[in-house]
C-alpha cells in the first residue's frame, strides 16, 4: 500500500541457495565415514553454513543484514526484517522486507538494488522482477490499473486438497455459514479419528487463506476452530460448506485503494474526556522515529461485536478491521474473554481491543517513516 501510495515499484526476488553465501562462526566438524571414501576417517570442518546446521540461519540472517546496511538501508525499530532508506531527492523512502531468502522491495528503481547483489555481493538471485506472487498471495493489475492481491493460486490449491481428501469439490454456495447459525448447539454424532484429522487440516488450511487476504471468511473460521478436538457431523458440514464459498469466490481480492476516505459528512463530536475516567489523554509519539516523508495516510478502525454469539458460554464474538486509506490491511476476530450482558458492554471489549491494536499499528508505521493523518 506505501508502494502504490508514494509512486514506488513493487518488485519481488529470491537468493538461491541462501545459507550457503554465510559462512559458520563455530568451529563444527565431522569424522568422514565410509561414504567418503578416501576421506574415511578424516576430520572435516564446516566452513559454509550448509543446510541443516542449528546455526546456519543466524548465520545468514547476519551476513544479508550486512549486505543490506551496505546498500544504505536501515532496519525498522519495529520490525527488524523491514529496512528503510531515504530516496534520492529526500522525498520518501524505499523500502526491503525480507523473510529469510525472499526480498519484497519497493523502491523507485529496485532492479538497480537487484544489479547491485548481483554483482557487488555475487547473490544467487532468481524470479526478480515485478511483483507477481510474494509468500502464498498473488499480486496483478486489474483492468482500470490498480493493483490487487489475491491468493488465487493458495485457494485453487487447498480447493484441489479438498477434493483428494473426499473424492469430490466442494459443493458451491453463496454464504460460508447460514446465517444466524449456532454451531455450538449443535448435536449431530461425534466423529471419528479419521475425520476428526481430516477437519484440523481443512481450519489450518483456511486459517492460511484467511491469513492471506480471505478476511471474508475470518469469523465463520474462527468459530469453527473451537471445535478441532471433537468435532461432530455437523460441524465437518459447515467447514465443508466454507470450502464452497471459496469455490464461488476465488476471483475475490484486495485492492489497494490510495485515495483518502471522505469523512466530511461524519459528526465530529468534542467531548471534554477530562471529566472522565480516562483524563485528557493524548495520542504518544515515539521521540526515537524517524522523520517522516512521502504522502499521508489515514488510519480507520471499523469494529463490532456480538452479543451472545456463543449461545453456550454467552460469550460476544469481535471482529476488527483496520485501514490504511480505503485499503484494509489488518483483521482481527476472536472470542472474547468475559460474558457481558449487555451491547455497551461488549461493544466496548471490542473498542478496547481495537484501540490497542491501533496504537500498536500506528507506532509500526510511524517507525517507517510514515506520515499520519490525525
Not at 541457495?17 to 561414504?35: M, Q, V
Not at 509468500?135 to 477434493?163: F, N, T
Not at 458451491?172 to 479419528?193: A, F, I, M, R, T
Amino acid at each position: 500500500m506505501l508502494a502504490k501510495l508514494n509512486d514506488l515499484e513493487l518488485w519481488g526476488a529470491d537468493i538461491g541457495n541462501a545459507y550457503l553465501e554465510a559462512f559458520t562462526d563455530e568451529k563444527l566438524y565431522i569424522i568422514a565415514g565410509p561414504e567418503f571414501e578416501d576421506l574415511e576417517g578424516h576430520i572435516l570442518i564446516f566452513h559454509k553454513a550448509l543446510y541443516g546446521l542449528k546455526s546456519s540461519g543466524l548465520r545468514w540472517s547476519e551476513k544479508l543484514h550486512d549486505i543490506i546496511k551496505d546498500l544504505g538501508f536501515l532496519p525498522s525499530k519495529a520490525d527488524p526484517y523491514i529496512w528503510y532508506r531515504e530516496n534520492k531527492d529526500g522525498t520518501k523512502y524505499e523500502y526491503v522486507a525480507i523473510y529469510v531468502d525472499d526480498l519484497l522491495i519497493a523502491m523507485e528503481n529496485p532492479k538497480e538494488m537487484i544489479d547491485q547483489l548481483k554483482e557487488k555481493f555475487k547473490l544467487k538471485i532468481k524470479g526478480d522482477g515485478p511483483l507477481e506472487y510474494h509468500l502464498g498471495c498473488d499480486y496483478y493489475l486489474d483492468p482500470d490499473g490498480m493493483l490487487v492481491a489475491a491468493p488465487r493460486k493458495y485457494v485453487s490449491k487447498i480447493l484441489e486438497a479438498y477434493k483428494n481428501m473426499f473424492g469430490e469439490d466442494p459443493k458451491s454456495s453463496k454464504l460460508p455459514l447460514n446465517k444466524n447459525d449456532h454451531p455450538e448447539l449443535d448435536n449431530s454424532e461425534l466423529v471419528g479419528p479419521d475425520q476428526i484429522q481430516k477437519y484440523m487440516t481443512m481450519i489450518g488450511k483456511l486459517q492460511c487463506a484467511v491469513t492471506l487476504g480471505r478476511f471474508d471468511i475470518l469469523s465463520q473460521v474462527v468459530s469453527m476452530s473451537r471445535f478441532r478436538l471433537a468435532p461432530r457431523a455437523g460441524h465437518v458440514a459447515r467447514v465443508k460448506k466454507i470450502f464452497g464459498y471459496l469455490s464461488k469466490t476465488k476471483h475475490y481480492a484486495i485492492r489497494f485503494r490510495t485515495d483518502e476516505p471522505d469523512y466530511s459528512n461524519l459528526p465530529d463530536q468534542d467531548y471534554d474526556w477530562c471529566r472522565s475516567v480516562y483524563g485528557d489523554v493524548h495520542e504518544e509519539i515515539p521521540e526515537d522515529a524517524p522523520k517522516p516523508l512521502g504522502k499521508p495516510v489515514v488510519h480507520s478502525v471499523y469494529l463490532d461485536a456480538n452479543l451472545f454469539y456463543d449461545m453456550v458460554t454467552g460469550r460476544a464474538l469481535t471482529a476488527v478491521l483496520h485501514f490504511l486509506n480505503m485499503t484494509p490491511i489488518y483483521w482481527f476476530s476472536k472470542h472474547q474473554a468475559t460474558v457481558e450482558t449487555a451491547t455497551y458492554g461488549s461493544e466496548f471489549v471490542a473498542a478496547k481491543t481495537a484501540t490497542e491494536q491501533a496504537m500498536n499499528l500506528r507506532g509500526t508505521l510511524r517507525y517507517l517513516g510514515v506520515l499520519i493523518v490525525k
